[in-house]
Nanobody, 114 residues
Framework: VQLQASGGGLVQAEGSLRLSCVAS????????MGWYRQAPGKQRELVAT???????NYADSVKGRFTISRDNAKNTVYLQVNSLKPEDTAVYYC?????????WGQGTQVTVSS
């Protein structure tokens, strides 16, 4: 399984981006897909997850600003990020979780300037 994330960039505060993650392999339709982020000097943290059935979960810090979605036909998970803040600056990683294993993508950098 390989995960390829894209869509990051440099954006001003209150701006928006749409992150995408394409998964290869046959597990996408059954996996819980998630976005995580890691800021410099900090631990990786959960941003949002979405189950195969479409149930979502968000970190409190992004509720109301970020939206996770998935397209099982395209093996792709998205993260729409709106109203960005400088503290959202981080490398964003996508992950595919099965019962006994989690696969990670390579990350995409999001930088928010004030």
């Amino acid at each position: 399984v390989q995960l390829q994330a894209s869509g990051g960039g440099l954006v001003q505060a209150e701006g928006s981006l749409r992150l995408s993650c394409v998964a290869s392999g046959s597990i996408f339709s059954i996996a819980v897909m998630g976005w995580y982020r890691q800021a410099p000097g900090k631990q990786r943290e959960l941003v949002a997850t979405i189950t195969s059935g479409g149930m979502t979960n968000y970190a409190d810090s992004v509720k109301g600003r970020f939206t996770i979605s998935r397209d099982n036909a395209k093996n792709t998970v998205y993260l729409q990020v709106n109203s960005l803040k400088p503290e959202d600056t981080a490398v964003y990683y996508c992950a595919a979780s099965l019962t006994f294993r989690t696969y990670w993508g390579q990350g995409t950098q999001v930088t928010v300037s004030s």
